[in-house]
């Protein structure tokens, strides 16, 4: 199901607990590493993936979405739309249950194939930005 109101949303916000950032980075001024950041504030578990790194934020790094140990309820997406497909394949295949492309972040063919296997699919928004707005405030 592809998701842009407000109620769903802040049900997928409120219900999550463990996000995993794709693309994430260890520069502190990047837009990744500062959402990541807020989000650890706000009480989730983040899990850092990026091939490059082993540890971001003092938590250990994973090279995909495959090598993750745990459930993943949100599959939070910092990276290019054209690299987006095979993140979706991946989401599906951790049985994650939301594939949350960022602000800038648009894939049809990938938010279609996520959203028919069953995923909550969110398009061109930001998690920092929905959280402060719908849940935290």
Request: glycine share 6%; aromatic share 4%.
């Amino acid at each position: 199901m592809i998701v842009n109101d407000a109620g769903n949303l802040r049900d997928i916000l409120s219900s999550s607990k463990t996000i995993a950032v794709v693309g994430m980075s260890p520069n502190p001024a990047r837009p990744s590493n500062e959402v990541a950041r807020y989000l650890m504030a706000s009480g989730y578990t983040v899990i850092p993936v990026n091939p490059g790194q082993r540890e971001i934020l003092g938590l250990k790094c994973y090279p995909t979405l495959d090598a993750i140990e745990q459930p993943v309820d949100i599959v939070d997406v910092f990276r290019n739309s054209a690299d987006v497909l095979p993140i979706a394949q991946a989401a599906i295949r951790i049985g994650a249950k939301c594939l949350w492309l960022q602000l800038g972040v648009i894939n049809a063919e990938a938010a279609n194939l996520a959203s028919d296997s069953g995923l909550k699919v969110v398009i061109d928004r930001c998690t920092k930005i929905d959280h402060a707005w719908l849940v935290a405030r």
